[in-house]
């Protein structure tokens, strides 16, 4: 595995991403991972295709409210933490890990947002399994067992999926009915998939 910061760099892979071959044999690592980083060439370039609107800068600074938001929250809970003690000690990972939920919740989901913090924290619980699966002696279709983690591992699938068909539902209604909410990432890409379609 090898980890790129040179943006140049990163910016040859993206281009020529026919020649970087992604490796995930590992059952667990693909469990883990699924989406546009593990997917290859037309595929690959489709996805990426599809969600690079998402990032062009106008629609970027429209998620900035987003991000004020969820951090005027946090700021606004440990001024009354310390407004209550005069001073304190503060950990502010949980804070700092539920401020990473709320601003990829309001960002992709937009008005679905507590729908997507159920997401968020449903991923939580299944990286949580996943790592704990991880740290143990690796064994061939150990996913297949009915163990109680692959059960809850598998029922968190479920509901993740069931929660993101819901909330697609629910956005593709809204725009048929003209709602326009293209702030969220979510609008963004149903927006750039039903132009593909139309291409097609």
């Not at 910061?5 to 892979?13: A, R």
């Not at 883990?32 to 037309?42: K, S």
């Not at 619980?125 to 297949?144: D, G, K």
Request: aromatic letters at 8%; one cysteine or more.
């Amino acid at each position: 595995m090898a980890f790129i910061t040179d943006s140049d760099l990163v910016k040859e892979v993206f281009n020529k991403h026919h020649l970087y071959q992604k490796q995930l044999s590992n059952p667990l690592a693909r469990k883990l991972i699924q989406g546009l980083i593990n997917v290859e060439e037309d595929i690959w370039a489709k996805h990426r295709r599809l969600i690079n609107p998402a990032f062009y800068s106008e629609k970027l600074k429209l998620m900035q409210p987003s991000f004020l938001l969820s951090c005027g929250e946090m700021v606004r809970k440990w001024e009354g933490i310390v407004s209550r003690k005069g001073s304190c000690e503060l950990d502010v990972w949980p804070d700092l890990q539920g401020l990473t939920s709320d601003v990829i919740s309001r960002t992709a989901f937009g008005s679905s947002y507590e729908e997507g913090r159920i997401i968020f924290e449903l991923q939580r619980e299944r990286i949580m399994h996943l790592t704990e699966a991880a740290r143990q002696v690796y064994v061939p279709r150990w996913r297949f067992l009915p163990t109680k983690r692959n059960r809850r591992m598998n029922a968190i699938q479920k509901e993740v999926k069931s929660w993101i068909q819901d909330i697609i539902g629910k956005r593709l209604k809204a725009m048929k009915e003209g709602e326009n909410n293209n702030e969220a990432l979510l609008g963004i890409l149903l927006e750039s998939n039903l132009e593909e379609i139309r291409k097609n």
